[in-house]
Structure formats: C-alpha cells, structure tokens
C-alpha cells in the first residue's frame, strides 16, 4: 500500500475505512444513487457529472473544515460503497455538524451504518469542538431514523421541517432531525 493511499485514510474500523473522495469513486456513487431502495429514500438520482461535483463538493469540506461525508469503503470489497462523515449544516440548520450516511443495499442489515457511524461520533468528540451533532432525514425513512435511535440520537420534534430543496407536493419533503449532545 502506497503512502497516498494511507494518507486518503481519515477513519479505520473492523470492517470498515472511511477515506477522502477520489475521482473514480464518481461511477460507484452514481451507480449506488440510481439503486432503486437507495432512491426510494435520497429522491431525485445524480446524473455521472452530479456525482462528480458532489466528489468536489465533499472534499471541498475536508480542506474548509477538516471533514466531510467520507467514502466508505468496506475492507472486504476495496472499493467504496457508501459514505459516513460529517458536514457543515446548510439552510434550515446553518451553524450545526450534521452528521449522514448511506450504504449499498445488499450490504445492509450487517451493522456496517453503525459500526461507521459511531466511529464519526467518537472522531467527532476528538477533534472538533461542536457541541452537538444532529442528523436529518425523509420523516419515513425508518431504516435511518432507527440508526440514529441506535447511536444515541433523539428526535427533537420542534426542529422538523420542509426541505427547502424539495417542491410541496414531494413525499420526501417533511424532514425530522435528531440530536446528540457531547457526552
Ligand atoms: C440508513 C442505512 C445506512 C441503515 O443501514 P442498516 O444496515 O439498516 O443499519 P445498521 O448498520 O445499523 O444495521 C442494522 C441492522 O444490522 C443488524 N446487524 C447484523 N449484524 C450486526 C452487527 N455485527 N452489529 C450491529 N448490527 C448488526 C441489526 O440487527 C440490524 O438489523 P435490522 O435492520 O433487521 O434491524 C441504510 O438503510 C441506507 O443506506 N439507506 C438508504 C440511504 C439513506 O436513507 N441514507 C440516509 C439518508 S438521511
């Protein structure tokens, strides 16, 4: 393994590394958005040049804030499938670290979202100083939301709102966030 390829490294788990974007990832990203269970609950699929600008929009973070939505990589498969990360919130929840993920579908149900999600957490506590961090989602994406009751996030109702990225009359549109304070 070359020095470059450690150096991509943020994040090592059992299972899991969690690492800086490259270019290649693009095609894996786009692949794993246009899954249909994958849409079901992210909406509207990247065309190959979103997925590309969302690999430059994400490592854009890394350099601004020293992290972002990383690629994760299971170690069995040497490629990614999926991200875990943290990012600056954006409109409605400018000034907060939100937290997010996504994994490919036939790797669900394996305790993979956990596994990386709770290491976020603990490099979070590390090495930023943000209080808290909260995660946001579809209000009917149970699978997420049960991810966010596991790692010892709680629903604060009075914090839900309409994406603003989304049009009125779209399913996806009611968000609910969730919280967890620095232990
Ligand atoms: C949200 C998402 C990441 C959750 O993935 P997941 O695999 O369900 O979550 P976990 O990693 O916590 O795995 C939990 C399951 O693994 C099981 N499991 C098996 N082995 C395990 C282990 N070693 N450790 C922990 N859990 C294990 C748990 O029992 C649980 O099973 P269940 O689903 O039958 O209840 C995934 O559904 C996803 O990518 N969805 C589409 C995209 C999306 O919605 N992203 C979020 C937008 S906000």
Redesign the pocket.
Same mark, same amino acid.
């Given at each position: 393994m070359g020095c470059a390829i450690r150096a991509r490294r943020v994040i090592e788990t059992e299972r899991l590394v969690l690492r800086r974007w490259q270019a290649d990832d693009a095609a894996w990203h786009h692949a794993l958005c246009n899954e249909p269970?994958?849409r079901?609950?992210?909406g509207a699929a990247p065309t190959l040049a979103d997925s590309a600008d969302v690999i430059v929009r994400q490592n854009g973070y890394q350099e601004s804030h020293g992290f972002c939505f990383w690629a994760l990589e299971p170690r069995t498969l040497g490629r990614m499938a999926?991200w875990?990360g943290l990012k600056p919130g954006t409109p409605p929840i400018e000034g907060e670290t939100e937290i997010?993920?996504?994994?490919?579908?036939d790797?669900?149900?394996?305790?993979?979202?956990?596994? !990386?999600?709770e290491a976020v957490l603990a490099w979070a506590w590390r090495n930023t100083a943000c209080p808290s961090v909260v !995660?946001?989602?579809?209000t009917g994406?149970t699978?997420?939301r049960?991810?966010m009751q596991?790692i010892g996030m709680r629903h604060d109702p009075a914090r839900d709102f309409d994406h603003p990225a989304l049009s009125a009359n779209d399913p996806l549109r009611r968000h609910v966030l969730y919280r967890i304070q620095r232990p």
């Amino acid at each position: 393994m070359g020095c470059a390829i450690r150096a991509r490294r943020v994040i090592e788990t059992e299972r899991l590394v969690l690492r800086r974007w490259q270019a290649d990832d693009a095609a894996w990203h786009h692949a794993l958005c246009n899954e249909p269970r994958v849409r079901a609950t992210l909406g509207a699929a990247p065309t190959l040049a979103d997925s590309a600008d969302v690999i430059v929009r994400q490592n854009g973070y890394q350099e601004s804030h020293g992290f972002c939505f990383w690629a994760l990589e299971p170690r069995t498969l040497g490629r990614m499938a999926g991200w875990c990360g943290l990012k600056p919130g954006t409109p409605p929840i400018e000034g907060e670290t939100e937290i997010g993920w996504t994994i490919a579908p036939d790797l669900w149900g394996q305790g993979l979202a956990r596994e !990386a999600a709770e290491a976020v957490l603990a490099w979070a506590w590390r090495n930023t100083a943000c209080p808290s961090v909260v !995660a946001i989602t579809a209000t009917g994406n149970t699978r997420s939301r049960a991810l966010m009751q596991r790692i010892g996030m709680r629903h604060d109702p009075a914090r839900d709102f309409d994406h603003p990225a989304l049009s009125a009359n779209d399913p996806l549109r009611r968000h609910v966030l969730y919280r967890i304070q620095r232990p």
